[in-house]
């Protein structure tokens, strides 16, 4: 989700309306294989967070695992729509709402596809797909700030996209303190899927 909120005051009707679709990303195979990998890894009564939740797909999944899972989304649509799916869920900025230390694993399936500016469309679905020029709009402040609420011991789990250069996001991770390794792949006609596991402190 964007940092701050899409208006309309661009005049540009909202992309949702020009595609027909839904206002509220819905789950498809990124956010399945970030909730099938990170399911694998949560023991039960394990503090988890799945950030940018949209339909809340994601922490469902991982609260039918056992854990103890709420969503975090920027967009009110999104919060709507997980409460409506049984997700706990806090309308917030990243991991900007929650306490230092909260959390045993925290997900992300960020927005990460490379969109030029003039391609923008300023709305809430728009928000949900697009990752900037270069893919990593949310991805870069997320690992910025994400080890705050992280136990010790905990673990991120992040889905990305080989149009988003993996590579690039691990060094940037490095840079800041954080360790990563592949976890998952999954190859699609246009891009390959990639789950990363990121954890301080392990080198």
């Keep these: ?6 208006s309309a005051s661009s005049g540009k009707p909202a992309l949702a309306d020009r595609r027909g679709v839904e206002t509220v990303y819905q789950p498809a ?19 988890v967070l799945d950030v940018g939740t ?31 799916n049984g997700v706990s869920v806090v309308r917030g900025d990243l991991v900007a709402p929650f306490r230092a230390d909260a959390f045993d694993l925290v997900a992300f399936n960020p927005p990460y ?23 990593r709009r949310l991805v870069d402040p997320f690992l910025e700030t994400v080890g705050r609420v992280l136990t010790p011991g905990g673990e991120v789990l992040m889905l990305v ?38 954890s301080p402190g392990d080198y």
């Design 113 to 135: 596809l490379p969109t030029p500016a003039e391609a923008e469309w300023d709305d809430w679905m728009e928000a949900a797909l697009s990752g900037g020029e270069d893919g």
């Design 161 to 198: 996209s080989s149009l988003t250069d993996p590579d690039a996001v691990r060094a940037y991770a490095r840079e800041r303190g954080l360790e990563s390794e592949v976890l998952a792949t999954e190859k699609h006609p246009y891009e390959e899927l990639v789950v990363l596991r990121f």
């Design 1 to 6: 989700m964007t940092e701050d909120e899409p």
């Design 54 to 84: 949209g339909s809340g797909y994601v922490a469902a999944t991982l609260a039918e695992a056992g854990a103890d899972a709420v969503g975090v989304d920027l967009s009110p649509l999104a919060c709507r729509e997980a409460a409506d």
């Design 29 to 47: 195979e990124d956010s399945d294989l970030l909730a099938r990998t990170a399911a694998a890894r949560v023991a039960p009564g394990d503090h």
